[in-house]
């Protein structure tokens, strides 16, 4: 079936096959959402991207996509995936679900997730994990604290009652990832000064080379599958989905908040910072036509973003858990506050950190760093 049809009260689950009913599933937040003050409306191309042929994520990963319909009118939806690169990394027959979208009601959650489950079995999974949109290298995780707040970019939102109902659905937490917030212009601690002048003779940075790209880009690539390669649920990015990600940096993002630590000329660590994109598109209602794409760009490029968030950030394994590990985050964190600043950046967002990440929680506390969003990863066994 590809489009909800009029039927009783009860809830009918629709595949999402073709171009319509695809549209309807993109389109669907938006009808549960609009009365939320700090909810941003994705862009609408966007989304399309993500769900087409064209995401390198689907290189290596099946998803299937439903909706969820009461009378004939959407209410929900979900997507489930099986990702190859994860079943080969960690060998533990887990599949995923994700995009989850409902109203506040325990028959639509528990036919969305029954329905997502019973297609991972089919898969041959044995547990059930998400939300993932789609994989953990993209956004994922429920928010389950800081609904006041709007969602930086890159990151979800949630009501507060999806948690509770999806844990009524048998789930329980496995993970929790945190959001931090700094003050752009924050006082560098006592050890952050310490540790920068005790190693500062060793490490050389430099922000990205737009003439240089795509080597900078490949050093980037490198750097973050070893220095995540021992993160819990790591899947390993590959060349054509880092390319992906470029393009993005490449067209939004200014290069000097991107930065690559070196260690006598060999490069340690690095670290992604981008001007809140959601901050920008948030009046856009999901659309850039017809003069949408200047708003943006004028909000970017010129009168910058007051807000920023930084979601990749590596320090080679080789030097995690040392004092120069430690000088390599600090010297990249104290160049990304001075360029903040110099931009008008006023907050910046640190995410997601994984909340058994001690030594970067620390490193991010030791600054002014708190917690400013929960996003929790959910379980279950598939008997």
């Known amino acids: 079936m590809a489009q909800c049809l009029p039927s009783d009260r009860s809830v009918e689950i629709v595949r999402v096959e073709d171009r319509r009913s695809r549209d309807t599933f993109i389109r669907l937040p938006m009808s ?24 390198p994520y689907f290189e290596h990963a099946l998803c299937c996509l439903w909706v969820a319909c009461r009378g004939g009118v959407p209410v929900g939806r979900i997507s489930a995936q099986v990702d190859r690169l994860h079943l080969e990394h960690h060998q ?86 945190l959001a931090y917030v700094i003050d752009a212009a924050f006082e560098p601690s006592k050890m952050m ?32 599958n070893d220095a995540w390669s021992t993160n819990w649920g790591f899947v390993p990015y590959t060349r054509k989905e880092f390319e992906h990600l470029g393009k993005y940096l490449k067209f939004l993002v200014n290069e000097n908040l991107i930065r690559i630590a070196e260690l006598d000329g060999v490069p340690a660590a690095f670290m992604v910072g981008l001007p809140n994109l959601n901050e920008a598109i948030r009046e856009c209602k ?3 036509w017809p003069l949408g794409w200047l708003n943006l760009l ?24 040392s004092v120069l590990g430690l000088g390599l985050a600090y ?24 909340e058994d990440n001690t030594g970067m929680r620390a490193i991010i ?3 002014g760093g708190r917690v400013s969003k929960t996003y929790r990863l959910y379980s279950k066994p598939l008997g």
């Not at 430099?206 to 900078?216: A, G, I, M, N, P």
């Not at 909000?299 to 995690?320: D, F, S």
């Not at 001075?338 to 950190?353: C, N, Q």
Request: proline share 5%.
């Open 32 to 55: 549960l959402y609009h009365d939320d003050p700090v909810w941003v409306p994705p862009l609408l191309f966007e989304r399309r991207m993500h769900l087409s042929s064209g995401n």
């Open 298 to 321: 004028w909000r970017i490029k010129v009168n910058h973003p007051e807000t920023a968030r930084v979601p990749l950030m590596g320090v080679r394994r080789l030097y995690q858990n």
């Open 92 to 177: 533990d027959n887990t599949g995923f679900w994700g995009m989850l979208e409902a109203e506040d009601d325990m028959e639509t959650f528990r036919a969305l997730l029954g329905t997502a489950e019973n297609w991972l079995r089919n898969q041959g999974m044995k547990r059930a994990r998400g939300p993932f949109n789609l994989s953990i290298n993209q956004e994922c995780g429920m928010l389950v604290t800081g609904f006041d707040t709007p969602p930086s970019v890159m990151m979800g939102h949630a009501r507060p009652y999806y948690g509770r109902h999806i844990e009524q659905c048998g789930y329980l937490k496995e993970k929790d990832l």
């Open 365 to 367: 506390e030791d600054i």
């Open 193 to 224: 000064r310490i540790v920068i002048d005790r190693t500062k003779g060793h490490i050389r940075t430099r922000t990205l080379r737009k003439s240089h790209f795509q080597e900078d880009l490949n050093t980037i690539h490198n750097l973050f």
């Open 331 to 354: 010297r990249l964190i104290s160049e990304l506050r001075e360029a903040g600043v110099h931009y008008g950046v006023k907050t910046i967002e640190l995410s997601w950190i994984l």
């Open 286 to 288: 999901g659309r850039l």
